[in-house]
């Protein structure tokens, strides 16, 4: 499970540093190589090029793998609170005075984040690595006063643009945290994360979590409707090379680029893996005192096959860890979404759950190699864990010493701009029937009109029995309410599957539901 802190960004697991020998000082208002402070020593530039990152990732694989480099002392001792008062100052960020579409902010170590990162910019082929300075920094009267004056190891870094305002750089993006990234787009919040990659999770052994020890960040034209990074990925048991451009806009869009290194035979393997956080819905409400009718940052993961089928699992919070695998070939695509969009469906004046992304994963080309999407929901009874991880798994070993490239595109969106010919579930309830001895779900969609006629719902359950589905208008959401009945028996599992059809054809997603007792 991941720790989610409020105002922080993403959680530092591990983090692994290799130095380069190109060093840029930034400081009193140096935003560039040509006004790094007169007191640092002159920057030092390094040939680049994205063969120079698979090169590196290839040269790493073949040694054994070393620890991070400590942080700067005294950094790995902060607490929150301390380390939310060192706080960047926007005028130092990297092209502030430049005419460009985009500002680096840098995010110093410590807290949780408690190794390393290299940070380079690119520059007509040169990289110059990004050096911080004390003078950079605003530091509150609780941060340690040796930390005042000392150049700090840096965890990550952020982007700004003027995604939302003219006038106002927001952040629309930021890596810091292992492998950990996340993203807005237009008019949205923060709320989940995606990683690099995901290795041994929810195996008993441990997962492992490798991390971007190196960025090189490509300074952009003028006129770029993306900025391009580059990232350097190591852990025990593989490196890789990794290639990011990011677009924001409406839809913030990363275009990702890959090839693995492993050391050793890999054998569970998560690719574009995304984590997140759900509480409660109408599922599991009554297990929680609370004022809100929902608490989380997506409600459900979604399913593209190659064969047409939508597939639409609403998320849950077990009281045990639950395990799933979904589809035996590669999905077109697949995503945690955010359904839930009206301040209504939460309550929460604050938190803005309505206005956290969905993350949608593309996989570019043909299905290739097979394998499922896996979904693990872990117990929790705080909304700051991220208990939700989902990616996709190839089916085969990842055998070492052989490169594995791969492609996709992640779109941090609003799910509503994700197109489709079917009907949409938009909630999914859960009680109990009407006399009180059986369970009742009620799923509602849009997409497929108001009127029921000729509209079958098809329920099936792999244990217990099915009673009376039915399918009706809904005219509050202008769409259609399908119901049933199930009793359990002795059940302790039951898979659930639903599916609204017309003339043979689905005219909705499929439906999946794992029930267990309470």
């Not at 000392?150 to 927001?170: A, E, H």
């Not at 693995?260 to 569970?268: I, K, Q, S, T, Y």
């Not at 009376?468 to 049933?484: C, D, K, M």
């Given at each position: 499970m991941t720790l989610r802190i409020r105002g922080a960004l993403a959680l530092a697991l591990t983090m692994n540093l290799v130095m380069a020998s190109a060093v840029y000082t930034v400081g009193n208002?140096?935003?560039?190589?040509?006004?790094?402070?007169?007191?640092?020593?002159?920057?030092?530039?390094?040939?680049?090029?994205?063969?120079?990152?698979?090169?590196?990732?290839?040269?790493l694989a073949a040694?054994?793998?070393?620890?991070?480099?400590?942080?700067?002392?005294?950094?790995?001792?902060?607490s929150y609170d301390q380390y939310r008062q060192i706080r960047f100052r926007s005028e130092h960020a990297i092209w502030d005075k430049a005419n460009l579409p985009f500002r680096i902010d840098l995010l110093p170590a410590g807290f949780v984040f408690k190794a390393p990162v290299a940070i380079f910019i690119v520059e007509n082929g040169m990289s110059t690595e990004m050096i911080s300075q004390p003078d950079m920094f605003d530091f509150?009267?609780?941060?340690?006063?040796?930390?005042?004056?000392?150049?700090?190891?840096?965890?990550?870094?952020?982007?700004?643009?003027?995604?939302?305002?003219?006038?106002?750089?927001?952040?629309?993006?930021?890596?810091?945290?292992?492998s950990y990234f996340r993203a807005v787009g237009r008019g949205q919040v923060y709320g989940l994360s995606a990683r690099g990659l995901a290795l041994r999770t929810a195996e008993p052994q441990g997962e492992e979590f490798p991390s971007f020890t190196r960025f090189w960040i490509e300074k952009p034209a003028r006129n770029a409707a993306g900025i391009v990074i580059h990232a350097l990925l190591d852990s025990p048991s593989t490196t890789g090379a990794y290639k990011f451009i990011v677009t924001p806009g409406r839809e913030t869009v990363m275009d990702v680029e890959f090839t693995?290194?492993?050391?050793?035979?890999?054998?569970?393997v998560g690719i574009a893996p995304l984590t997140s956080m759900f509480l409660f819905d109408g599922t599991n409400r009554t297990r929680f005192e609370d004022f809100r009718l929902r608490?989380?940052?997506?409600?459900?993961?979604?399913?593209?096959?190659?064969?047409?089928?939508?597939?639409?699992?609403?998320?849950?919070?077990?009281?045990?860890?639950?395990?799933s695998a979904f589809t035996s070939t590669k999905p077109q695509g697949f995503g945690l979404m955010q359904r839930a969009r009206m301040i209504a469906d939460f309550q929460d004046l604050e938190a803005n759950y309505e206005r956290r992304p969905s993350a949608?994963?593309?996989?570019?080309?043909?299905?290739?190699?097979?394998?499922?999407?896996?979904?693990?929901?872990?117990?929790?009874?705080?909304?700051?864990?991220?208990?939700?991880?989902?990616?996709?798994?190839?089916?085969?070993?990842?055998?070492?010493?052989?490169?594995?490239?791969g492609a996709y595109r992640l779109r941090w969106t609003a799910e509503s701009l994700l197109t489709s010919p079917l009907a949409k579930i938009v909630s999914t309830s859960?009680?109990?029937?009407?006399?009180?001895?059986?369970?009742?779900?009620?799923?509602?969609?849009?997409?497929?009109?108001?009127?029921?006629?000729?509209?079958?719902?098809?329920?099936?359950?792999?244990?217990?029995?099915?009673?009376?589905?039915?399918?009706?208008?809904?005219?509050?959401?202008?769409?259609?309410?399908?119901?049933?009945?199930?009793?359990?028996?002795?059940?302790?599992?039951?898979?659930?599957?639903?599916?609204?059809?017309?003339?043979?054809?689905?005219?909705?997603?499929?439906w999946l539901y794992r029930w267990t007792p309470n």
């Open positions: 208002a140096a935003s560039s190589p040509a006004k790094a402070a007169a007191s640092a020593a002159a920057p030092k530039s390094v040939p680049f090029s994205d063969q120079a990152v698979l090169d590196e990732a290839r040269r040694q054994p793998y070393k620890n991070s480099s400590p942080v700067t002392p005294g950094l790995e001792e902060v509150g009267p609780g941060v340690p006063a040796k930390l005042r004056t000392v150049p700090l190891s840096l965890s990550g870094f952020r982007i700004r643009t003027r995604i939302n305002s003219r006038t106002y750089w927001d952040e629309f993006a930021v890596f810091q945290g292992a693995l290194f492993p050391r050793v035979d890999l054998r569970n608490v989380h940052d997506s409600d459900g993961l979604l399913i593209q096959n190659p064969d047409g089928e939508r597939i639409w699992r609403p998320l849950a919070n077990p009281r045990e860890l639950q395990l949608w994963v593309e996989f570019k080309g043909e299905p290739g190699s097979p394998g499922p999407v896996r979904l693990i929901e872990i117990p929790t009874r705080r909304e700051t864990n991220d208990n939700i991880v989902a990616f996709w798994q190839p089916r085969e070993v990842l055998p070492a010493g052989k490169p594995y490239p859960a009680g109990t029937s009407f006399d009180g001895d059986r369970k009742l779900f009620v799923i509602d969609l849009v997409g497929a009109g108001t009127a029921p006629d000729k509209i079958k719902f098809e329920v099936s359950a792999s244990a217990g029995k099915i009673f009376h589905p039915v399918v009706q208008s809904n005219p509050t959401i202008r769409g259609l309410r399908a119901s049933f009945e199930l009793d359990p028996g002795s059940a302790g599992v039951i898979e659930l599957r639903g599916l609204l059809s017309k003339d043979g054809k689905p005219v909705g997603e499929t």
